[in-house]
């Protein structure tokens, strides 16, 4: 069982790892080699390869044609239907009103001698 490419014939090259102190460690690099069945025959294909082949050409989907200006409306009111109403905005409005009641009690003399109790009340 060699690892060698059943297409294109490479096999492992040789590498040096170097240390910090330049010390030359041989190493074997292998290629990446994966077993595929191609044309009923099953073969070992490095990557490469596998990348290179001649494969079957994908068919594109068709586009579906634009939409009439009917079926937009419709489309639109549909939406419109499905959407959730809106939430009440009480609770802002509440803010408002006791902002302003606080601010009118407040004049701006009095503002520096008044705390955060008085306000509260």
Do not use: W, Y
């Given at each position: 069982?060699?690892?060698?490419?059943?297409?294109?014939?490479?096999?492992?090259?040789k590498?040096?790892?170097?240390?910090?102190?330049?010390?030359?460690?041989?190493?074997?690099?292998?290629?990446?080699?994966?077993?595929?069945?191609?044309?009923?025959?099953?073969?070992?294909?490095?990557?490469?390869?596998?990348?290179t082949?001649?494969?079957?050409?994908?068919?594109?989907?068709?586009?579906?044609?634009?939409?009439?200006?009917?079926?937009?409306?419709?489309?639109?009111?549909?939406?419109?239907?499905?959407?959730?109403?809106k939430?009440?905005?009480?609770?802002?409005?509440?803010?408002?009103?006791?902002?302003?009641?606080?601010?009118?009690?407040?004049?701006?003399?009095?503002?520096?001698k008044?705390?955060?109790?008085?306000?509260?009340?």
């Amino acid at each position: 069982m060699s690892k060698k490419c059943d297409l294109c014939g490479r096999t492992a090259t040789k590498g040096a790892s170097r240390s910090h102190s330049k010390i030359k460690t041989l190493k074997r690099q292998n290629i990446n080699l994966q077993s595929r069945t191609i044309g009923g025959v099953k073969l070992k294909v490095c990557i490469t390869c596998l990348r290179t082949l001649n494969k079957p050409k994908r068919v594109k989907a068709k586009r579906k044609p634009p939409l009439k200006e009917g079926e937009v409306k419709a489309l639109k009111v549909k939406k419109a239907k499905t959407r959730k109403p809106k939430k009440n905005k009480v609770i802002p409005q509440i803010l408002k009103e006791a902002t302003s009641k606080v601010l009118k009690k407040v004049s701006p003399k009095n503002l520096k001698k008044t705390t955060v109790k008085k306000l509260k009340k």
